[in-house]
């Protein structure tokens, strides 16, 4: 079935130090992928998304690019902002959203 | 938009008790979504609708739980009878399509659920 692996968090980082979160998939076909930012006691909201390969999703300073031969979706952000500690979501769509298990970023000022 | 409306948003009940969590979906969304999260099992896809038909309840946990869309602007998930492990947060989402549409999936702010 689909699956989404996500690296172990946390990651800690130093205000404007450059980000990298790496997101790999397992899915047949060619399914939508995602990032979700969830912060402490919110639902999740949409960061970016890609719907095929090589499509590049932006927002907010983020990046992620949408790579079929490794089947990969990192996240990058070239600094981070204390405003960017939240819990990180990887995900994949077909029909509904499987999601990775997360990755809780704090950045420390 | 109000964006996605789930009520109430916390919820502490004692246990054989039931329990119902309510969503309204935006407004032209043809899909919705209930979603639970927990610290062990991370989110997890309970059941979707479609035009207010279900068309995936795979992840319902067992018999207790069970969800209803009588149209296309309120959704229930009801718990009978709840168990401590129940105790998780559970969100609703929608979207236009079942891949996200233009704009992805939409989530609520969540139900707090605690089964004590």
């Known amino acids: 079935g689909d699956s989404v692996t996500q690296m172990e968090g946390p990651v800690t980082l130093s205000e404007e130090a450059f980000l990298t979160i790496n997101c790999t998939y397992t899915?047949?076909?060619?399914?939508?992928l995602f990032w979700y930012v969830q912060y402490p006691g919110e639902g999740l909201q949409l960061l970016l998304k890609a719907t095929k390969a090589d499509d590049k999703g932006s927002n907010k300073g983020f990046e992620a690019t949408y790579r079929k031969e490794t089947t990969s979706f990192h996240l990058e952000k070239g600094s981070v902002q204390v405003s960017d500690s939240a819990v990180y979501f990887c995900a994949l769509s077909r029909r509904a959203l499987t999601f990775g298990s997360g990755t809780r970023l704090q950045v420390q000022p | 938009d109000a964006g996605v409306i789930q009520s109430p948003r916390h919820e502490v009940t004692e246990m054989g008790q039931e329990v119902t969590l309510r969503c309204k979906p935006i407004?032209?969304?043809?899909?919705l979504f209930w979603y639970r999260q927990t610290m062990m099992r991370g989110l997890e896809l309970l059941i979707y609708f479609n035009n207010n038909v279900p068309i995936d309840d795979s992840g319902m946990p067992e018999d207790r739980f069970s969800a209803k869309m009588p149209n296309a602007s309120f959704s229930t998930l009801k718990i009978q009878p709840s168990e401590p492990r129940d105790s998780a947060v559970y969100f609703c989402?929608?979207?236009?399509?079942?891949?996200?549409?233009?704009?992805?999936?939409?989530f609520g702010s969540g139900t707090r659920l605690t089964v004590v």
């Open positions: 407004s032209g969304h043809d899909y």
């Open positions: 899915a047949t076909g060619y399914p939508s």
């Open positions: 989402a929608s979207s236009q399509t079942g891949t996200g549409g233009p704009n992805g999936y939409t």
